[in-house]
Protein backbone atom coordinates (compact mmCIF):
# COMPACT_ATOMS: atom_id res chain seq x y z
CA UNK A 1 0.00 0.00 0.00
CA UNK A 2 1.26 3.37 -1.08
CA UNK A 3 -0.97 5.29 1.66
CA UNK A 4 -1.71 8.78 0.89
CA UNK A 5 0.29 10.58 -2.85
CA UNK A 6 0.41 13.62 -3.90
CA UNK A 7 1.61 15.35 -6.96
CA UNK A 8 3.75 17.49 -7.87
CA UNK A 9 6.06 17.43 -4.90
CA UNK A 10 7.33 20.74 -5.80
CA UNK A 11 5.72 23.68 -7.80
CA UNK A 12 6.71 27.10 -8.84
CA UNK A 13 3.66 29.40 -10.42
CA UNK A 14 3.73 32.92 -11.56
CA UNK A 15 1.20 35.26 -10.12
CA UNK A 16 -1.92 34.87 -11.68
CA UNK A 17 -1.72 30.94 -13.07
CA UNK A 18 -3.39 28.22 -12.44
CA UNK A 19 -2.91 24.46 -11.44
CA UNK A 20 -4.05 21.55 -9.61
CA UNK A 21 -2.97 19.20 -6.80
CA UNK A 22 -3.45 15.72 -6.82
CA UNK A 23 -3.97 13.22 -4.15
CA UNK A 24 -4.65 9.91 -3.94
CA UNK A 25 -5.61 7.09 -1.30
CA UNK A 26 -5.34 3.50 -1.21
CA UNK A 27 -6.97 2.62 1.74
CA UNK A 28 -10.36 3.04 0.97
CA UNK A 29 -11.53 5.51 3.55
CA UNK A 30 -14.34 7.99 2.80
CA UNK A 31 -12.83 11.21 4.29
CA UNK A 32 -10.39 13.52 2.84
CA UNK A 33 -8.58 16.44 3.92
CA UNK A 34 -6.18 19.45 1.96
CA UNK A 35 -4.08 21.13 4.69
CA UNK A 36 -1.82 23.87 4.16
CA UNK A 37 1.14 24.65 6.34
CA UNK A 38 3.25 28.27 7.20
CA UNK A 39 6.21 28.75 9.28
CA UNK A 40 4.90 29.34 12.92
CA UNK A 41 0.87 28.02 12.30
CA UNK A 42 0.64 24.86 11.97
CA UNK A 43 -1.48 23.14 10.20
CA UNK A 44 -4.58 24.79 8.50
CA UNK A 45 -7.52 23.18 6.77
CA UNK A 46 -8.34 24.27 3.68
CA UNK A 47 -11.40 22.12 2.43
CA UNK A 48 -12.50 18.46 3.37
CA UNK A 49 -14.56 15.56 1.96
CA UNK A 50 -16.28 14.02 4.58
CA UNK A 51 -17.70 11.45 2.13
CA UNK A 52 -17.39 10.81 -1.70
CA UNK A 53 -19.87 13.50 -3.09
CA UNK A 54 -19.35 15.96 -0.66
CA UNK A 55 -17.52 18.92 0.30
CA UNK A 56 -17.16 21.29 2.61
CA UNK A 57 -15.02 24.50 3.51
CA UNK A 58 -12.65 24.57 6.18
CA UNK A 59 -10.87 27.39 8.16
CA UNK A 60 -8.54 29.00 5.10
CA UNK A 61 -10.28 28.19 1.96
CA UNK A 62 -10.39 31.70 -0.03
CA UNK A 63 -8.52 31.10 -2.99
CA UNK A 64 -9.43 27.12 -3.80
CA UNK A 65 -11.78 24.71 -4.80
CA UNK A 66 -11.36 21.25 -4.67
CA UNK A 67 -12.97 18.03 -6.06
CA UNK A 68 -13.60 14.67 -4.39
CA UNK A 69 -13.17 12.70 -8.12
CA UNK A 70 -14.12 9.73 -6.91
CA UNK A 71 -13.62 7.85 -3.52
CA UNK A 72 -9.93 7.21 -3.90
CA UNK A 73 -8.89 11.03 -5.40
CA UNK A 74 -9.10 14.24 -3.92
CA UNK A 75 -7.78 17.70 -5.29
CA UNK A 76 -7.45 21.52 -5.20
CA UNK A 77 -7.02 23.74 -7.60
CA UNK A 78 -5.89 27.04 -7.70
CA UNK A 79 -7.83 29.17 -10.11
CA UNK A 80 -5.34 32.45 -10.34
CA UNK A 81 -2.57 31.96 -7.56
CA UNK A 82 -1.46 34.50 -5.57
CA UNK A 83 2.22 34.79 -2.97
CA UNK A 84 0.60 34.43 -0.26
CA UNK A 85 -0.59 30.91 -1.33
CA UNK A 86 3.09 30.27 -1.08
CA UNK A 87 3.42 27.48 1.51
CA UNK A 88 3.69 23.77 1.93
CA UNK A 89 0.06 21.72 1.27
CA UNK A 90 -0.57 18.20 2.81
CA UNK A 91 -3.61 15.81 1.71
CA UNK A 92 -5.08 13.54 4.11
CA UNK A 93 -6.99 10.50 4.56
CA UNK A 94 -9.17 9.34 7.57
CA UNK A 95 -11.65 6.07 7.91
CA UNK A 96 -14.83 8.35 8.72
CA UNK A 97 -14.77 12.16 9.57
CA UNK A 98 -14.59 11.68 13.26
CA UNK A 99 -12.74 13.85 15.26
CA UNK A 100 -11.11 10.58 17.22
CA UNK A 101 -10.10 9.20 13.89
CA UNK A 102 -6.27 9.05 12.41
CA UNK A 103 -5.61 11.39 9.67
CA UNK A 104 -2.93 9.63 7.54
CA UNK A 105 -0.64 12.14 5.74
CA UNK A 106 1.08 12.43 2.59
CA UNK A 107 4.56 13.84 1.67
CA UNK A 108 3.24 17.57 0.38
CA UNK A 109 3.66 19.44 -2.53
CA UNK A 110 6.06 22.71 -1.90
CA UNK A 111 3.93 25.34 -3.96
CA UNK A 112 5.86 28.89 -4.18
CA UNK A 113 4.35 31.88 -6.23
CA UNK A 114 5.92 34.48 -7.43
CA UNK B 1 -13.63 27.74 20.56
CA UNK B 2 -11.00 24.94 21.15
CA UNK B 3 -7.46 25.51 20.91
CA UNK B 4 -4.08 23.97 21.17
CA UNK B 5 -0.87 25.93 22.73
CA UNK B 6 2.99 24.65 22.31
CA UNK B 7 4.53 26.91 24.24
CA UNK B 8 8.36 26.09 22.85
CA UNK B 9 9.19 27.19 19.04
CA UNK B 10 12.70 24.97 19.21
CA UNK B 11 13.73 22.61 21.69
CA UNK B 12 17.69 21.63 21.68
CA UNK B 13 18.59 18.32 23.26
CA UNK B 14 22.02 16.14 23.46
CA UNK B 15 21.66 12.26 22.09
CA UNK B 16 20.01 10.57 25.31
CA UNK B 17 18.97 13.01 27.57
CA UNK B 18 15.10 13.16 27.95
CA UNK B 19 12.82 15.01 26.65
CA UNK B 20 9.21 17.25 27.46
CA UNK B 21 7.29 19.06 24.86
CA UNK B 22 4.98 20.94 26.27
CA UNK B 23 1.32 21.07 24.96
CA UNK B 24 -1.97 22.96 26.71
CA UNK B 25 -5.50 22.70 25.20
CA UNK B 26 -8.44 24.55 25.75
CA UNK B 27 -11.53 22.67 25.21
CA UNK B 28 -15.14 22.60 27.20
CA UNK B 29 -15.33 18.78 27.12
CA UNK B 30 -13.39 15.99 27.77
CA UNK B 31 -10.82 15.99 24.81
CA UNK B 32 -9.23 14.26 22.28
CA UNK B 33 -5.92 14.64 21.93
CA UNK B 34 -2.96 13.63 19.47
CA UNK B 35 0.79 13.93 18.70
CA UNK B 36 1.73 14.01 15.27
CA UNK B 37 5.72 13.62 14.37
CA UNK B 38 7.07 15.21 10.90
CA UNK B 39 10.58 14.14 9.87
CA UNK B 40 12.26 16.43 7.45
CA UNK B 41 10.35 16.55 4.14
CA UNK B 42 7.93 14.19 4.97
CA UNK B 43 4.06 14.18 6.07
CA UNK B 44 2.80 14.07 9.69
CA UNK B 45 3.01 10.67 11.05
CA UNK B 46 0.50 9.84 14.10
CA UNK B 47 2.72 9.23 17.50
CA UNK B 48 -0.27 8.60 20.25
CA UNK B 49 -3.26 9.53 21.02
CA UNK B 50 -5.78 9.73 24.22
CA UNK B 51 -9.30 9.59 23.97
CA UNK B 52 -10.11 8.56 27.49
CA UNK B 53 -8.69 5.52 30.44
CA UNK B 54 -5.28 5.57 31.64
CA UNK B 55 -3.86 9.24 31.57
CA UNK B 56 -0.93 7.87 30.54
CA UNK B 57 -0.71 6.86 26.46
CA UNK B 58 2.48 5.23 25.15
CA UNK B 59 3.12 5.46 21.74
CA UNK B 60 5.41 4.61 18.73
CA UNK B 61 9.37 5.02 18.63
CA UNK B 62 9.10 4.92 22.67
CA UNK B 63 7.04 8.15 23.32
CA UNK B 64 4.91 8.48 25.92
CA UNK B 65 2.27 11.33 26.99
CA UNK B 66 0.79 12.34 29.95
CA UNK B 67 -2.96 13.50 30.15
CA UNK B 68 -3.40 16.63 33.10
CA UNK B 69 -7.18 17.95 33.34
CA UNK B 70 -6.23 20.21 35.88
CA UNK B 71 -3.28 21.69 33.97
CA UNK B 72 -4.77 21.35 30.65
CA UNK B 73 -1.93 19.13 29.59
CA UNK B 74 -0.78 16.81 27.49
CA UNK B 75 2.43 16.81 27.40
CA UNK B 76 4.72 14.25 25.46
CA UNK B 77 8.16 12.40 26.83
CA UNK B 78 11.09 10.29 25.84
CA UNK B 79 13.17 9.07 28.75
CA UNK B 80 16.22 8.87 25.93
CA UNK B 81 16.41 10.74 23.07
CA UNK B 82 18.12 9.26 19.21
CA UNK B 83 19.24 11.40 16.73
CA UNK B 84 16.28 10.17 14.36
CA UNK B 85 13.95 12.21 16.75
CA UNK B 86 15.17 14.87 15.36
CA UNK B 87 12.02 16.55 13.48
CA UNK B 88 8.66 18.70 14.23
CA UNK B 89 5.95 17.85 16.56
CA UNK B 90 2.05 18.55 16.65
CA UNK B 91 -0.20 18.31 19.15
CA UNK B 92 -3.56 18.57 17.78
CA UNK B 93 -7.19 18.24 20.12
CA UNK B 94 -10.49 16.48 17.65
CA UNK B 95 -13.15 19.48 17.72
CA UNK B 96 -16.66 18.98 18.39
CA UNK B 97 -17.03 19.88 14.52
CA UNK B 98 -15.09 17.28 14.06
CA UNK B 99 -11.86 18.58 12.75
CA UNK B 100 -8.53 18.57 14.12
CA UNK B 101 -6.94 21.60 15.52
CA UNK B 102 -2.61 21.65 15.78
CA UNK B 103 -0.82 23.72 17.92
CA UNK B 104 1.76 25.60 15.85
CA UNK B 105 4.39 22.44 16.53
CA UNK B 106 7.62 22.00 17.93
CA UNK B 107 11.25 21.79 16.02
CA UNK B 108 13.39 19.25 17.84
CA UNK B 109 16.96 19.44 17.47
CA UNK B 110 19.45 16.80 18.65
CA UNK B 111 23.42 17.23 19.38
CA UNK B 112 25.63 14.43 19.02
Known amino acids: NAGVTQTPKFQVLKTGQSMTLQCAQD?????MYWYRQDPGMGLRLIYY???????DKGEVPNGYNVSRLNKREFSLRLESAAPSQTSVYFC?????????????FGPGTRLTVL | AQSVTQPDIHITVSEGASLELRCNYSYGATPYLFWYVQSPGQGLQLLLK??????LVQGIKGFEAEFKRSQSSFNLRKPSVHWSDAAEYFC??????????FGTGTRLQVFP
Open chain 2, 92 to 101: AVGSNTDKLI
Open chain 1, 27 to 31: MNHNS
Open chain 1, 92 to 104: ASSEQHLFYNEQF
Open chain 1, 49 to 55: SASEGTT
Open chain 2, 50 to 55: YFSGDT
